[in-house]
């Protein structure tokens, strides 16, 4: 970046070309004052408070919006300068309220700072009697326009980083205010909570609802989806009082959603919360001490053979405490039973990408988003699971990217789309063959890229005469015509990233989905570059490093192979046990066989199972029949409250530990205060457990000792650690101390060495609509709720927006069937029935319905399908059978 040399106030300031002047003199640490400008927002000059002098100039400019150039000569406090921002302080503070010391923003107001700068301490023109509306809506912030000084920073962020729109600035003149459509109240709008606009707002015009100051704050990660967005939470007698983003993270830039700005601190301090060790005597959970709980679990759990006791980790959990606990199931349970939620979301990534690649991972990274020249996001709901990764992909489109939307129901993505291809559920394979195929018949794949750095694309190619358009079509319900659009425009526009999530990997055939998608990146040569991949959406904070850390049945850390003889010597000796080289059981076969009375025993750490997995009536049922259950949970579960002994584990913010988030970025997360009650944190209990038992080498005394070791066995993380990790994070592979981290995957060739290209079927799902269940079931999640609930239902504004499940079908579904927006309707599967209100949408298409999985009152999931992927075994949870029954309310 070229250096220009310019001078503000007879001072010499070197700035970076491309910066403004306003800019320029910040990083100078020269004030300018300026009530409008925000370094995520462009230039816009609205408040004329940055105005300046500059030599050779007419007028006074805006700093804001002046480009500095070499040799330019800028004054900033002429008599002039300073006489322009008194009038426009003066008329603004004419119509603001003057109640500083009471004023919730007193001392950090902006307005407040400028006019004490320009020495302003009375007002000047009379105050008028205009009184506007307070809009109290909104259950985490108020917009009080009283305050309001017409910056637009809180439009233009909902605009430029959100693009939302939820806001604008309505009418002209004196009559300008921040508005909704159609003057709603924000909580009736398409507001998403967000918090955007109310961070940047410079008085206290949006202000968050009982806020108070913080005494310090602690860096740390936000514990919901798995974009690992950064924030600091503020601390206040012990108590966590604020949370804002973090500018110096790299994967969210300082972004945060509504659940991650607003949905933390009340869950961790909730009532709710789990505080001692409970056990069960005569059938009722009663408190007890460590000592008796942990005793107890350590002789019950020795009590069984290895073939007859299973563990359950998980994504919620940090990599230290998951490495621990598959540590613990090998070497002292002497099982590899054991796995966790990634079968139930992207098992299929890590099997289906491993065999084209060699890496089942996201091949780049969150930012690299935004360098795409076409996007295409198939089986997504991206604004709604990883809504930050959802500002990167619209604000790409407002910069000329092309996006192609794959996606049976109207997503919100769909309004920035330039292609949506409304597929039927469970068909993708054949529309990404149907794609591929377009792009192989009109020439448009990328020869050189395939025959240097792939193999058995003929056969691949010989596989695409199955999928003549027209039977494509036939299949997947999209016209041949939109299909051989979206093929040129993937094909044409390079670099092109493909995302993806649970609407490809949760399928019967959720391998060859995923194999359909490596297939067509590797077509068009869109692997290894920035701006290109393939980028699986993990859905939990830690459901990659979950993965990572071997907390499944067949592999160790790092994805070595259990049934490999050399990598199981390593871990013997590393761990002094003798360890299994069979496979495990995965989460669904650990239920059926504790339902067939084979597993007697079982360890579940911070998972839910009686509402995320298929067939939950099942899942009921093989809980009932285990002889020992120990459930380790923040709160008691639905799942937890079955279990024998409750051990109380700790939330993120109370230990220390990392996280691996979808894009491999390992980053530290911290501890904020002191475990509430009598809980410990999770690496801990399981630490304890281990040694009542006789394991080795679970005498850590802090997880960083934890990371040193996973970094001796895990080759992808050998380069990492806390002390590394505490200047920013680190993407894996970082192999030694001095590796820098691999944003992008597959550079110069692929972790199996070629990309293998994988003829491939169309296979339908299992369950298909009949004439006694005529409609698909498809599952998906709110943006206001997260996964089972267990966390986001603890947040009363979280409940607020939504606190029940809605069944979404049709209109034309609603009025064959007599139903109206809000009947009580009964949905019926051959597993199951749930009740719940209709929402009659055209976002669900004819002949599909569609549910969360967030509500213990309506659980979805006793519906599902557990028909498993014969690879993956994930359970078919986006495709089954139903038929719906208005519920007749008596009169």
């Not at 921040?178 to 967000?194: A, H, M, N, R, Y």
């Not at 709710?272 to 005597?281: C, D, T, V, W, Y």
């Not at 986001?792 to 579904?813: A, H, M, W, Y």
Request: contains cysteine; neutral net charge; charged residues 25%.
């Amino acid at each position: 970046m070229k250096i220009i040399r310019l001078t503000i106030n007879g001072q010499g300031v070197e700035a970076r070309q491309g910066m403004t002047v306003l800019e320029a003199a910040q990083e100078a640490g020269i004030y300018i004052p300026a009530l409008c400008s925000d370094p995520d927002l462009e230039p816009y000059g609205g408040c004329r408070l940055c105005v300046v002098e500059v030599e050779k100039m007419r007028g006074q400019p805006t700093a804001c919006t002046t480009l500095a150039t070499d040799g330019m000569v800028v004054h900033t406090e002429t008599p002039e300068v300073n006489r322009i921002r008194r009038n426009t302080v003066e008329l603004l503070i004419a119509d603001h309220p003057m109640d500083c010391l009471t004023c919730i923003k007193n001392q950090r107001c902006e307005l407040q700072k400028v006019a004490a700068y320009l020495s302003i301490s009375e007002r000047r023109f009379p105050r008028t009697d205009r009184s506007l509306p307070i809009d109290n809506s909104n259950p985490f912030f108020t917009l009080d326009r009283n305050y309001c000084i017409l910056c637009a920073k809180c439009v233009r962020a909902c605009d430029e980083i959100t693009v939302v729109n939820a806001i604008e600035i309505v009418d002209r003149g004196y009559e300008s205010r921040v508005s909704t459509f159609g003057d709603k109240p924000l909580f009736e709008s398409i507001c998403q909570s967000c918090g955007e606009c109310v961070v940047r707002c410079p008085v206290a015009a949006l202000v968050a609802k009982d806020a108070i100051q913080p005494m310090r704050e602690v860096e740390t990660i936000c514990p919901y989806c798995g974009v690992g967005c950064g924030m600091y939470l503020g601390i206040r007698d012990g108590r966590i009082v604020s949370v804002r983003g973090s500018r110096e993270n790299q994967a969210s830039n300082g972004r945060l959603c509504v659940k991650g700005r607003y949905g933390i601190a009340e869950f961790i301090h909730h009532p709710e919360r789990l505080s001692a060790p409970l056990i069960r005597r005569n059938g009722k959970l009663t408190e007890t001490s460590w000592d008796e709980a942990l005793g107890l679990v350590a002789s019950r759990l020795a009590s069984y053979s290895k073939d007859q006791v299973a563990v359950i980790s998980s994504a919620k959990c940090t990599n230290e405490e998951n490495y621990i606990i598959q540590k613990f199931t090998r070497a002292v349970l002497g099982t590899n039973n054991i796995d966790h939620c990634a079968r139930l979301c992207h098992a299929p990534s890590v099997a289906g990408l491993a065999q084209s690649f060699g890496s089942g991972a996201m091949t780049n990274s969150n930012s690299d988003i935004g360098d795409a020249a076409c996007i295409l996001a198939i089986g997504t709901n991206t604004t709604e699971t990883h809504p930050v990764i959802g500002f990167n992909v619209k604000k790409a489109t407002r910069k000329g990217t092309r996006l192609i939307v794959a996606n049976p129901r109207q997503i919100g993505l769909v309004r920035f789309a330039d292609v949506w291809l409304r597929q039927r559920p469970g068909t993708d394979v054949a529309l990404l063959m149907g794609i591929a195929k377009v792009i192989v018949d009109e020439g448009l794949h990328d020869s050189s890229f395939i025959s240097e750095r792939c193999e058995n694309f003929d056969a691949f190619k010989e596989s695409l005469k199955g999928f003549d358009l027209s039977l494509v079509e036939k299949i997947t319900g999209v016209p041949q015509n939109q299909i051989a659009e979206a093929a040129r425009l993937y094909a044409t526009n390079r670099p092109g990233a493909i995302l993806y999530s649970m609407g490809i990997t949760q399928h019967s055939h959720g391998t060859d989905n995923v194999i359909a998608i490596a297939n067509l990146a590797m077509l068009t040569g869109n692997i290894g570059k920035p701006g290109s991949g393939v980028n699986p959406l993990r859905g939990q904070n830690n459901v990659q490093g979950a993965c990572d850390m071997g907390a499944l049945p067949n592999v160790y850390s790092g994805y070595q192979p259990v049934s490999d003889p050399k990598v199981k010597e390593k871990f013997e000796s590393a761990w002094g046990s003798t360890l299994s080289p069979t496979a495990g059981l995965t989460i669904s076969e650990i239920f059926d066989a504790a339902y067939q009375g084979k597993l007697k025993a079982l360890y579940l750490v911070g998972e839910n199972p009686l509402l995320s997995e298929p067939d939950a009536s099942h899942v009921r049922e093989a809980l009932s029949r285990l002889d020992f259950f120990v459930a380790q949970d923040i709160f008691l579960s639905e799942s937890a409250e079955l279990a024998h002994v409750v051990l109380p584990g700790t939330t993120f913010a109370e230990k220390e530990g990392t996280f691996t988030n979808t894009e491999r970025r390992v980053q530290r997360v911290r501890k904020v205060i002191e475990p509430l009650g009598n809980s410990r944190a999770d690496w801990l209990i399981t630490c304890q457990i281990a040694q009542l038992m006789g394991g080795k080498d679970f005498d850590f005394e802090h997880p960083s000792q934890i990371m040193d070791e996973i970094a001796q066995l895990t080759p992808s993380y050998g380069g990492i650690s806390f002390e590394r990790l505490e200047t920013g994070g680190l993407q894996w592979p970082c192999p030694t101390k001095e590796h820098p981290g691999t944003p992008i995957l597959h550079t110069t060739k692929f972790t199996r060495g070629k990309g293998k290209f994988i003829p491939l079927e169309y296979k339908p799902s299992v369950e298909l609509p009949d004439d006694e269940y005529p409609l698909v079931l498809t599952t998906g999640r709110s943006i206001f709720q997260y996964h089972t609930g267990t966390m986001s239902r603890k947040v009363k504004g979280l409940n607020i927006f939504k606190n029940e499940e809605q069944v979404e079908l049709n209109p034309e579904d609603a009025r064959k069937l007599g139903i109206a927006d809000d009947d009580t309707i009964k949905v019926i599967s051959r597993r199951g029935e749930v009740t719940a209100k209709a929402r009659v949408t055209e976002a669900s298409p004819a002949g599909v319905v569609f549910m969360t999985f967030h509500f213990a009152e309506s659980p979805t999931n006793l519906l599902t399908n557990p028909a498993v992927d014969p690879i993956a075994k994930i359970p078919e949870l986006k495709v089954c059978a139903v038929r719906v029954e208005k519920i007749v309310q008596p009169s």
